[in-house]
């Protein structure tokens, strides 16, 4: 995989999650593969199967979710910028709440599902150590 430092560094305006999922850009009826590396709430990171130089669109990323090409989210996007075979793009839209929703799952099964503790963690291993009695 390409290293990140192919793009120009960028200003964040609200946070990437790290997410690893199949997806897709389309641009002018052309088809390219691509991996998610990461989703926020103004765009996202792809990694592209081959080199793209971005120009005009319309472009459309689809980003799959199941095994049903009708549950896919697809949104159409703004590259940001493309260097090599990573692209940044932005949402020309916000996605709709059913695919954040979908987004989120596909964080948990590549994560698990995330808990937050408030006060004093449970302990969750205790090490068995040898007692006085047991030493031999």
Known sequence: M?????L???????ARTRLRAEAAVTVQGRRIA???EDASQGGALLYLEEEVQSGD????VT???????EEAILAHIK????GRRLMRIEWK????????IKLRQLIEREFGVLTVVHGRLPMLVWPSF????TAV
Not at 79 to 82: E, F, I
Not at 93 to 100: N, R, S
Not at 130 to 133: F, Q, V
């Open 93 to 100: 839209e916000p996605l709709p709440p059913e695919d954040w």
């Open 34 to 36: 691509a991996r998610l």
């Open 79 to 82: 590259v940001v910028q493309a």
């Open 130 to 133: 040898r007692t006085r009695s």
């Open 8 to 14: 120009v560094p960028e200003r964040r305006q609200s």
């Open 2 to 6: 390409q290293n990140r430092d192919d």
């Open 57 to 60: 669109g319309p472009y459309t």
């Open 63 to 69: 980003i799959a979710f199941g095994r049903d090409p």
